[in-house]
């Protein structure tokens, strides 16, 4: 079968390229051509999933519900369920490798489908959490997921110190999450110099007050400096809590993110702002020194709405536990607001003020093992806009949460966003059969140029008699990633299979596409989306290959 050669256009996607060229190459002994229109049309239907939870007045899940005591709305107008699911704690622990076996005798669990299935992120965030505050998290995590997970669930372990170390991939190996977390627990994280420099701030204002609460230049410009300090900080982290959720926009199924610190401020510096302005001046106060332009409500509300886009649920964790003396209180409350926010547009719980962590993680554990999935399949076409959500259920005092928006995505950017995920964490998804090979490498000038080429079963495609003919159509989305870099997703035009009639029903007849890669020596990954466009059918697949001069070396999928 001939291979084509499409233009390629690139979609939006986080990472920063690797000088990735793609172009087509035909194989030995094949001919080139030309691509055309695709002569028929898929019907796509597109589902809406809601994660909803549901409590009585003292927080307490509500189970039992069903379908007719739940009511959606988007954008104000009522839309129909047309998929209804539920999580329930009933269900067996999970039994993947690490974890105990299940009892002898025990009935087998029914496998949930791939969309129920939870991915839970615990992101440990080593700038704003103290020494002390982490160790006690970190020694409660095991026994929280060894009581959480159900079969099929996966974990990931993601670090932050200023950049991200993804210290576990996604597993449902509970033996090597333990493993991890102790490794964890040798690696430093501190807040000791922020809290120097937070105390060196107050010592300024209270210096003002034995002064008699005159204005101090001084002071003004160690609070600004401070204030401008916390909102960098803080920022840095709502950048690599979005820069996770972009990982996980296409990875299918339910997705938590348990944030672990001892905050975030909403408004960094407010508190010794305040403190300042209410120090007296005879019988009048000192004018309130603004603290506005370091509100960073809008950073939050980004993050938020662009979590509850992709479904991925925030579950912030005060390590701290909250409390602590009276000159802490405002920055308390002010470093919980932020946590609060996080929790609130997505759907989750803030989980705060808990002296024994483990009391906070059972909450979401409950969360967790007592939720409701709810579908609908908006009628109309897609617009690419944000559309507001509203859920209501028909029992008096329950109380619901589930996240505020989604935005209607193209289907070039979920089927890339899915090849994206694939390349990162797996596991393949392969409908149409199709293989995955690494070529012969060749040394060029700037790199090696690795093929990459594509195999699908020519019986695995919808075709379609068009004169004398079977035509079929493809469009391919590729995105590599190594040495700490992402290209983005490259997507082909949409490539014309057409086979003639007489020759339709060989057996063993293949579509051949081959794409040349040139990078660096250095180990990498690929990942590859094949979509039938007439069929709508997508595979997803990927390799993890060594790259140098020679014959490539697949390396084994974790």
């Known amino acids: 079968m001939a291979s084509t050669s499409p233009k390629i256009r690139i979609l939006r996607a986080a990472g920063a390229a690797l000088g990735l060229l793609l172009a087509t190459l035909p194989a030995p002994g094949q001919q080139e051509t030309a691509g055309e229109e695709t002569f028929s049309e898929a019907i796509e239907v597109s589902v809406v999933s809601l994660d909803v939870f549901v409590t009585d007045k003292k927080g307490k899940p509500l189970t039992g519900l069903t379908r007719e005591d739940f009511e959606v709305y988007e954008d104000g107008k009522p839309v129909e369920i047309t998929n209804f699911y539920v999580e329930t704690s009933e269900r067996p622990p999970a039994t993947g490798a690490g974890s105990a076996p299940a009892a002898q005798g025990a009935p ?273 076409e897609g617009d690419e806009r944000e559309h507001k959500i509203e859920v209501k259920v028909k029992v008096k005092g329950a109380r619901v949460r589930h996240r505020q928006w989604y935005r209607d995505k193209t289907l070039g950017e979920s089927v890339a966003e899915r090849a994206l995920a694939v390349m990162r964490f797996g596991p393949e998804d392969n409908p149409l059969e199709a293989k995955l090979e690494i070529g012969e490498q060749k040394a060029k000038e700037g790199g090696v140029l690795v093929p990459v080429r594509v195999r699908v079963p020519i019986s695995k495609l919808y075709l379609t008699p068009q004169e004398g003919s079977r035509t079929g159509s493809l469009r391919l989305f590729v995105v590599a990633s190594g040495a700490g870099a992402v290209t983005p997703v490259r997507e082909t035009e949409v490539v014309t299979v057409s086979i003639p009639e007489a020759e339709a029903a060989g057996v063993g007849r293949e579509y051949v596409h081959d794409v040349g890669i040139t990078l660096k020596p250095g180990s990498y990954a690929v990942g590859v989306a094949v979509r039938d466009e007439a069929g709508a059918v997508t595979s997803y697949l990927r390799k993890e290959f060594e790259v140098g001069v020679g014959e490539a070396k697949a390396a084994t999928t974790p």
Do not use: C
């Not at 803080?234 to 296409?250: I, Q, Y």
């Open 108 to 380: 087998e669990a029914v496998p949930r489908p791939q969309d129920q299935r939870l991915r839970l992120v615990i992101f440990m965030d080593d700038v704003n959490t103290r020494l002390e505050s982490r160790a006690v998290v970190l020694n409660k995590l095991d026994e929280f997921l060894a009581g959480t997970l159900r079969p099929g669930d996966q974990v990931m372990l993601v670090r932050y110190d200023r950049k991200l170390d993804v210290r576990r991939a996604f597993t449902d190996d509970l033996g090597q999450l333990a493993a991890d977390l102790e490794e964890l627990k040798k690696v430093s994280a501190d807040l000791r110099s922020r809290v120097s420099s937070r105390t060196n701030a107050r010592m300024d204002v209270f210096s003002v007050l034995r002064a008699g609460g005159r204005r101090d230049i001084h002071v003004e410009s160690r609070l600004q400096a401070y204030a401008e300090q916390e909102a960098a900080i803080v920022a840095g982290a709502l950048d690599a809590l979005g820069e996770v959720v972009s990982w996980l926009a296409g990875v299918p199924g339910r997705k938590a993110l348990l944030y672990v610190s001892d905050g975030l401020a909403l408004e960094p510096g407010y508190e010794l702002y305040e403190a300042y302005s209410n120090i007296p001046r005879g019988n009048s106060r000192i004018s309130s020194v603004a603290s506005v332009q370091n509100d960073l409500t809008d950073r939050f509300r980004k993050l938020t709405a662009h979590a509850s886009r992709n479904r991925v649920t925030f579950y912030p964790l005060e390590a701290s536990g909250g409390g602590g003396a009276d000159a802490w209180q405002e920055y308390t409350m002010n470093a919980q607001n932020g946590l609060r926010f996080l929790a609130q547009d997505t759907g989750g719980r803030a989980l705060l003020n808990a002296a024994d962590p483990l009391l906070a993680l059972r909450l979401l554990s409950e969360d967790l093992a007592a939720s409701y999935s709810l579908g609908y399949q908006p009628q109309r």
